[in-house]
C-alpha cells in the first residue's frame, strides 16, 4: 500500500477550547489509484491532508495519535528534514488557490525551474528547459513562449496547470489535490480535473482528491471517504455510494447535488449546521441533523461497520439508508 491513514487524530488548542478536527480517521491509497475525500467545509478533510504532508500548524495543532505509513514507513516518527526530503520528490500537494500559492514575483521558468535546481541540482538552462516540457504536459499553449510570464498573466485555469506542473516535476508517488478547481470556472473545472485524471494514470501516482463536491468526483474516483465532524462516516467504491449510499448523511450530500435531468425542482440542503468542534455531540455526531436518529444514536458513537467486503458505514441504521 502507498499510504496508509490509521486511527489519525489531530487537536486545535486555542484560547476558546480544544477543536476535536480529526477524530480517528483511516482511509489508503495504493499507487495508481484515486480516492476522493468529500464532506463540507470543516469536516477535517484538510487538516488530514496537511497532517500526511507535514504541514500542519503546530501549534496551535497537534498530532495527538495514530499513524501515518508511506510505503510502510510511519512519517510521524521522522524527523523534519527527514519529512522535507519525502515533501515534493515522494508526495506532493495541489492547493485551490493557486495565486496565493505560487510566488508572484518569480517567473513561472523560474519557479519550476527551481524544483529542478534545488532538488535535482540540474544547472539553470537544463531546468528551464525542464520547465517548458512540464509546461507543455500540462496543456498551457505557447509554453515555451509564455514561460518568462509571471503567475498573474496567465488565467485561473492555466495557474492551476502551472501549480499542477510544479506538484509533478519530481515525479512524486502520491498527490494530494486539496480543492483544486473550486475557484474555477465549471467549464474549466473539468479540464483541469480531466488533466489530474490523465497525469494520475499516465504516471501511475496514487491521487488523493479532496472536495465539498460529490458532482466532480464521479468520473475521476476509485473509491470515495465520506469524512463528518473529523471523522469517516462512510467508504465504498464510487458506483456503490451513487448507486444507493449507505449513509444518511452521503444521502443528504447526494440529494443537494444539481441534476440536470431534473431541472426546476427545488435544490435539497441537509437541515442544521456542522458541529462546533469543541463539543462534538455524544453518540453520533450527525444525529441532531439525521431524519433516522434515534435513542442508540444520542449515546452511542457508531463504529464503521461493515457494509460489504469493500464498504463501510458509521451509522447504527445504514440497513434502513441503503435500502430506504
Ligand atoms: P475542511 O474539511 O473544510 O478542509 P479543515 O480540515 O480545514 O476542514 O478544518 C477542520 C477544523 O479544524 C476547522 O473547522 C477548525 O475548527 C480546525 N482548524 C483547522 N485549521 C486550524 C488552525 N490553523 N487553527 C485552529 N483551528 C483550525
Ligand atoms: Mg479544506
Given at each position: 500500500m502507498l499510504l496508509e491513514v490509521r486511527d489519525l487524530q489531530v487537536e486545535f488548542r486555542t484560547g476558546d477550547g480544544v477543536a476535536k478536527a480529526v477524530n480517528g480517521v483511516s482511509y489508503s491509497v495504493d499507487a495508481g489509484e484515486t480516492l476522493a475525500v468529500l464532506g463540507?467545509?470543516?469536516?477535517?478533510k484538510s487538516v488530514t491532508a496537511q497532517a500526511i504532508m507535514g504541514i500542519l500548524d503546530t501549534p496551535p495543532g497537534k498530532i495527538t495519535g495514530g499513524e501515518i505509513l508511506f510505503r510502510g514507513q510511519d512519517l510521524l516518527s521522522l524527523k523534519e528534514d527527514e519529512r522535507r526530503k519525502i515533501r515534493g520528490a515522494s508526495m506532493a500537494m495541489i492547493f485551490q488557490d493557486a495565486l496565493s500559492a505560487l510566488n508572484p514575483v518569480v517567473s513561472v521558468d523560474n519557479q519550476l525551474g527551481e524544483m529542478f535546481t534545488v532538488h535535482r541540482r540540474l544547472p539553470r538552462k537544463a531546468a528551464r528547459a525542464k520547465a517548458v516540457e512540464l509546461m507543455e504536459r500540462v496543456g498551457i499553449p505557447g509554453a515555451r513562449e509564455r514561460a518568462g510570464q509571471y503567475p498573474h498573466q496567465f488565467s485561473g485555469g492555466m495557474r492551476q496547470r502551472i501549480m499542477i506542473a510544479t506538484a509533478l516535476a519530481l515525479e512524486p508517488d502520491l498527490i494530494i489535490a486539496d480543492e483544486p478547481t473550486t475557484a474555477l470556472d465549471v467549464t474549466v473545472q473539468a479540464q483541469v480535473m480531466d488533466l489530474l485524471a490523465h497525469l494520475r494514470r499516465e504516471l501511475n501516482m496514487g491521487l488523493i482528491l479532496i472536495t465539498h463536491d460529490l458532482g466532480v468526483v464521479a468520473d475521476v474516483a476509485d473509491r470515495i471517504a465520506v469524512m463528518y465532524a473529523g471523522r469517516i462516516v462512510e467508504t465504498a467504491p464510487v458506483h456503490d455510494i451513487y448507486k444507493a449510499p449507505a449513509h444518511p448523511y452521503t444521502k443528504g450530500l447526494l440529494r443537494s447535488i444539481p441534476r440536470l435531468d431534473q431541472k426546476g425542482q427545488e435544490l435539497y440542503a441537509i437541515k442544521g449546521l456542522p458541529p462546533n468542534l469543541m463539543r462534538i455531540p455524544p453518540g453520533c455526531a450527525f444525529h441532531p441533523r439525521c431524519p433516522l436518529a434515534r435513542d442508540v444514536c444520542r449515546t452511542e458513537v457508531p463504529p464503521l461497520y461493515e457494509v460489504s467486503q469493500d464498504r463501510g458505514s458509521a451509522c447504527h441504521f445504514w440497513r434502513e439508508a441503503l435500502h430506504g
Open positions: 463540507e467545509s470543516g469536516s477535517g
